[in-house]
C-alpha cells in the first residue's frame, strides 16, 4: 500500500463505519528472534475485533504477551503472522514511514508516565501531534486550547508538565492523543501512577470519551481498573480469552479467542 | 513539520542546553575563522604576485652572474663571480633590438649619514635605463645628469623610506649626505613604491651611478675592470622574451668565450621563474593553512557529532513519544540534523565575524597582505552549512532508526 493510499484512507474514515471493526486482527502471532535459540512466541493465533465505541481492557500479567499486543495494535510494530487491520489498513505491508502515519492518523496513545515533554507547556504538547499532521500553527493552537478544555484544563494550558499534578498531567496526555482525532485511544496502565481517586477520574473521562464514540483500548493488569471496560479480554501464555462481564451494557460482538 | 517548525523546535531544544550548544559551535568557530584568514591570505598573496608580475611585468630579463663550475666543484674566486661586466651590457643593447632598455648594477650596503639621523641600506650603482625597467621614477629633484653617469658624479637619489629616515618632511635634494665616508649630494628621490612582492621594502635603498659606486663604494674590492653584479632588460614586446633570452644568452656565450657543451658563466632568469618559485612559496603556505583549517573543521565537526550523539540517548523517550503521535523516520532525522546544522551554522556565523577581525589584523600588523570579499565569506558560510551536514548525518539518522518500543521503554 502506498503513502497516499494511506493518508487517503486517514482522511476519508471508512464509510460503513458501522460494520467494519475498526481494529481486527486474525490469527495474528509474534515471534522474536525466529530460528534461533532465543525464540520466544509472545503471540498466538489471536483473533480479536473491537468496533468504533468499544471500551476494551486487555489484561494479563507481564510476560503474557500484554505489551506485544499493545504494540501491534499501536502500530508500533508488525507481525510475524496474521493479519492486523488497523480501520480498514493492513499493517503488514507498511514500512516505517507509513506506519507513523497510520500512528499520527489512527492512534491515539497515553502512557503510564504521561511522557510529556518537560520544558514546554501544557499547550505545545498536546499541539506537538499536529505537527507532523502539517496543521497551520494558528490552528494547532485553537484544536489543542479545544482539547485541553474538553479534558477539563482550559485554564492551564500555559503550565508546564511539572506545574501540573498527576491527574491533571494524564489528563494534558489523553488532550494530545485526541488531538488528531484519532478512532482509537490506547491507555496503557494510564491509572499506573496515579492515586486511586485519581485514578477514577481518568477511568470516568475514558468513559465519557466512549460516549463520545471514542474507542478506547485500556491495557492494564488491574482487575479493577479493567473492571471498568464493558469488554475484557484476558491475555495467558501468548493466547487472547474474553472474559465473561458482569456488566452486560454492550453485547459481545467479536468472536472469542 | 514544515521548516520554521524544525527551525523552532531546533532552536528550543538547543536553547535547553544552551551552554552545551555554545561550547559545541566553538570548534565551528574556530575552524571557520581559520578558513577566512587562510583563505584572504592566500588571495592576499595572489594578488600581490599578479601585482608584481603587472609591475615588473613579463618582458623582463635579469641576468645575473653564476659561477662556472669546474671538474671538482663550484670555483668561487672573484674572477668567476664577476663574469659579467659593462661590455656585455653594451653588446646587448646593440646587438639585440628586440631590447627596450638594458643595465648594469652593483650592489651593496652602507650606512647613510645626515647630521645626527643615520639609515642602514643597501645602495645600488646604476645606469641610465635602470629606473625604467624597475618602474622608479624620481618624486622630487632632477636625478642623475650625463655627466654623474660618465665622470662618476657623487650623486646620490634617495629611496622614499631613506628621505624620511634622513630628513623627514623635507625632500632633502641638494643636501649632503654621506655614504659610509664619502660625501654625497642629493640629486633627487624616489617616489614611494611600497611594500614588495617578496614582503621587503622597497624603498629602504640609494640609488648612485654605476661608476660613482665602482670607485666610492666598492674600490676594496678589487673588482674587475667595468664588472657588473647583474644585468637587467625588458623587451619591447613580450612576445620576443623568450627569443631575446636566447639571443642574450648566445651572445653572453660567445663574448665570455664559453665553449659548446660547457655550462654558461651566468644566469639568465625572467620574470615568470621568479613568480614560479614565489608562487609555490605562496602554495605551501595556503596548503599548511588549509590543514590547519581542516584539522579545526574536523575537530569541530566531531565535537557536533559527539554532542549530538549524547543528545539522541539523552533524548530518546522523546524521540520514542514523537514516533508515537506520529513522527516518521524522516521526521525525526529532519529534526536532529537540523540542530547539528543550526550548531554549525551558528559557529559559522560568529567564526565568519572573528575570521574578518583577524583577517584585518593580519593585514594591519604583519607583513602579510590580505584579500577579504564576499567570496572569501560563502566559502566560510559553504563550510560550515557542510561541516553540520556531514557531522550531524550519522547521530540523526541514528535517532531515526530507534525503534519506537525500544525508546519509549528507556527510562
Keep these: ?257 | 513539520m514544515n521548516f520554521l517548525d524544525i527551525l523552532r523546535t531546533a532552536i528550543f531544544a538547543l536553547r535547553g542546553n544552551w551552554m552545551r550548544s555554545a561550547l559545541t559551535s566553538l570548534g565551528v568557530i574556530i575552524g571557520i575563522a581559520a578558513v577566512i584568514v587562510m583563505v584572504s591570505v592566500g588571495q592576499g598573496t595572489q594578488a600581490e604576485i599578479d601585482k608584481m608580475v603587472s609591475g615588473l611585468g613579463s618582458q623582463r630579463l635579469d641576468i645575473s652572474p653564476g659561477a662556472r663550475r669546474g671538474g671538482g666543484g663550484v670555483r668561487m674566486s672573484s674572477g668567476s663571480f664577476f663574469t659579467l661586466d659593462e661590455g656585455d651590457v653594451e653588446a646587448i643593447r646593440n646587438e639585440i633590438p628586440e631590447v627596450q632598455y638594458v643595465a648594469g648594477a652593483l650592489r651593496g650596503s652602507t650606512q647613510v649619514v645626515y647630521a645626527e639621523n643615520n639609515a642602514a641600506t643597501s645602495w645600488q650603482g646604476v645606469q641610465a635605463d635602470y629606473f625604467d625597467i624597475n618602474g622608479w621614477t624620481i618624486e622630487n629633484g632632477e636625478g642623475f645628469d650625463a655627466q654623474d653617469y660618465t665622470s662618476a658624479g657623487k650623486s646620490v637619489i634617495l629611496g622614499d623610506s631613506v628621505r624620511r629616515t634622513l630628513f623627514g618632511d623635507d625632500s632633502g635634494v641638494g643636501q649632503t649626505v654621506r655614504l659610509g665616508r664619502v660625501p654625497f649630494v642629493v640629486a633627487g628621490t624616489l617616489k614611494a613604491k611600497g611594500q614588495g612582492g617578496f614582503g621587503q621594502d622597497q624603498d629602504d635603498v640609494v640609488m648612485v651611478p654605476l661608476q660613482t659606486a665602482r670607485r666610492r663604494l666598492m674600490g676594496a674590492m678589487g673588482l674587475p675592470a667595468g664588472a657588473v653584479m647583474q644585468i637587467a632588460l625588458t623587451v619591447t614586446s613580450a612576445k620576443d622574451l623568450g627569443y631575446v633570452q636566447g639571443e642574450a644568452e648566445a651572445l653572453l656565450r660567445q663574448r665570455h668565450k664559453i665553449a659548446p657543451g660547457e655550462e654558461d658563466d651566468f644566469n639568465v632568469r625572467n620574470i615568470s621563474e621568479i613568480v614560479a618559485t614565489r608562487t609555490a612559496t605562496t602554495n605551501l603556505m595556503s596548503k599548511l593553512l588549509g590543514a590547519v583549517a581542516t584539522i579545526c573543521l574536523i575537530i569541530g565537526g566531531i565535537g557536533i557529532m559527539n554532542i549530538m550523539l549524547v543528545s539522541v540517548t539523552e533524548r530518546i523517550r522523546e524521540i520514542g513519544l514523537r514516533m508515537a503521535v506520529g513522527a516518521g523516520p524522516a521526521d525525526v532525522r529532519r529534526q536532529f540534523l537540523a540542530e547539528a546544522m543550526l550548531i554549525s551554522l551558528v559557529g559559522g556565523v560568529i567564526g565568519i565575524l572573528i575570521g574578518v577581525v583577524g583577517a584585518l589584523l593580519v593585514g594591519r600588523f604583519s607583513d602579510l597582505p590580505i584579500v577579504l570579499n564576499g567570496q572569501v565569506v560563502a566559502l566560510a558560510a559553504a563550510f560550515s552549512i557542510c561541516t553540520g551536514l556531514f557531522f550531524g548525518y550519522y547521530p540523526a539518522r541514528k535517532a531515526s532508526q530507534l525503534d519506537p518500543i525500544e525508546a519509549l521503554r528507556q527510562q
Aim: charged fraction near 25%; include cysteine.
Design chain 1, 1 to 257: 500500500m502506498s503513502r497516499n493510499q494511506v493518508q487517503n484512507q486517514a482522511q476519508n474514515p471508512s464509510r460503513d463505519r458501522a460494520t467494519v471493526p475498526v481494529i481486527e486482527t486474525r490469527g495474528l502471532g509474534k515471534v522474536y528472534s525466529p530460528g534461533s535459540e532465543a525464540e520466544v512466541v509472545a503471540l498466538k493465533g489471536v483473533d480479536l475485533k473491537i468496533r468504533r465505541g468499544d471500551f476494551v481492557a486487555i489484561m494479563g500479567p507481564s510476560g503474557s504477551g500484554k505489551s506485544t499486543l499493545m504494540n501491534l495494535i499501536g502500530c508500533l510494530d508488525t507481525p510475524s503472522a496474521g493479519v492486523y487491520e488497523c480501520d480498514g489498513i493492513d499493517v503488514a505491508t507498511l514500512d516505517a514511514e507509513e506506519l507513523a502515519i497510520l500512528r499520527r492518523d489512527k492512534i491515539g496513545f497515553v502512557f503510564q508516565g504521561f511522557n510529556l515533554l518537560p520544558r514546554m507547556s501544557a499547550l505545545d504538547n498536546v499541539a506537538m501531534p499536529l505537527g507532523y499532521a502539517q496543521v497551520p500553527p494558528a490552528e494547532r493552537k485553537r484544536r489543542a486550547q479545544e482539547a485541553l478544555a474538553s479534558v477539563g484544563l482550559g485554564e492551564r494550558s500555559s503550565h508546564r508538565p511539572s506545574e501540573l499534578s498527576g491527574g491533571q498531567q494524564q489528563r494534558v496526555a489523553i488532550a494530545r492523543a485526541l488531538i488528531n482525532r484519532p478512532p482509537i485511544l490506547l491507555a496503557d496502565e494510564p491509572t499506573g501512577a496515579l492515586d486511586s481517586k485519581t485514578g477514577e477520574e481518568i477511568l470516568a473521562l475514558f468513559k465519557r470519551l466512549r460516549d463520545d464514540d471514542h474507542t478506547v483500548i485500556l491495557i492494564t493488569h488491574d482487575a479493577e481498573v479493567a473492571a471498568h471496560a464493558d469488554r475484557i479480554f484476558v491475555m495467558r501464555d501468548g493466547e487472547l480469552h474474553e472474559e465473561a462481564h458482569p456488566r452486560v451494557e454492550h453485547a459481545p460482538t467479536g468472536p472469542q479467542a
